[in-house]
């Protein structure tokens, strides 16, 4: 089982927000990073640390964090917008690394 | 333009050896740290290693500990994986990726698009 846990799916409408949540132990110290991951394609970093998001990605992505929990939220959904998401943050040790298991992303 | 290219992913059978290439391009390569990740298909991405930008530093997942081996060639600009006593839950398709710092923050800002490992008898 993975040290981050994820929802395994959600869903929302078209132009709606949604968060999606990443918990664990080791987010009470270390920032997360998300990442994007469309079928068929390699994933790709949409939000990282307290509020940095990558040139080109869409400012409807936005990242927050509290105690054990981390999460990504994205405000007015578009359908572009479905696929995978992954967090990623250091393990319990501190010195390795972990991703959640994902959560699947559908656009209604 | 930034570009991460993996090489070497092919058929191979239980207990062999493979080594994984990734040509980088664009970018100062001795800048950063770098990364494998590795996904089996239908499933989530998984860590597997990491090699600080001067080589000093190599961390590796519990799972593929003492089997498999990073390194790079900064000369080259290449980063390799070298798989020892494979399994089958090696299967899967192997990522290379760029951290965003030379140390190590786990910001993985430039991915390739992977070499499939299959281990199958």
């Known amino acids: 089982s993975s040290e981050l846990t994820q929802d395994p799916a959600v869903s929302v409408a078209l132009g709606q927000t949604v968060r999606i949540t990443c918990q664990g132990h080791?987010?009470?110290?270390?920032?997360a990073s998300w990442y994007q991951q469309k079928a068929g394609q390699a994933p790709v970093l949409v939000f990282y640390?307290?509020?940095n998001r990558p040139s080109g990605i869409p400012d409807r992505f936005s990242g927050s964090g509290s105690g054990n929990t981390a999460s990504l939220t994205i405000t007015g959904a578009q359908a572009e917008d479905e696929a995978d998401y992954y967090c990623?943050?250091?393990?319990?040790?501190?010195?390795?690394?972990?991703f959640g298991p994902g959560t699947k992303v559908t656009v209604l | 333009e930034v570009q991460l290219v993996e090489s070497g992913g092919v058929v191979i059978q239980p207990g062999g050896s493979l080594r994984l290439s990734c040509a980088a391009s664009?970018?100062?390569?001795?800048?950063?740290?770098m990364h494998w990740v590795r996904q089996v298909p239908g499933k989530g991405l998984e860590w597997v290693s990491l090699?600080?930008?001067?080589?000093?530093?190599?961390y590796y997942a519990d799972s593929v500990k003492g089997r498999f081996t990073i390194s790079r060639d900064d000369s080259k600009t290449s980063l390799y994986l070298q798989m020892n006593s494979l399994r089958t839950d090696d299967t899967a398709m192997y990522y290379c990726?760029?951290?965003?710092?030379?140390?190590?923050?786990?910001?993985?800002?430039?991915w390739g698009h992977g070499t499939m490992v299959t281990v199958s008898s």
């Open positions: 080791s987010l009470r110290n270390y920032y």
């Open positions: 990726a760029k951290d965003l710092y030379l140390g190590s923050s786990g910001i993985l800002d430039v």
């Open positions: 090699m600080t930008w001067d080589g000093s530093g190599t």
């Open positions: 640390n307290k509020d």
């Open positions: 990623h943050s250091r393990d319990s040790s501190g010195y390795l690394y972990v």
């Open positions: 664009g970018f100062t390569f001795d800048d950063y740290a």
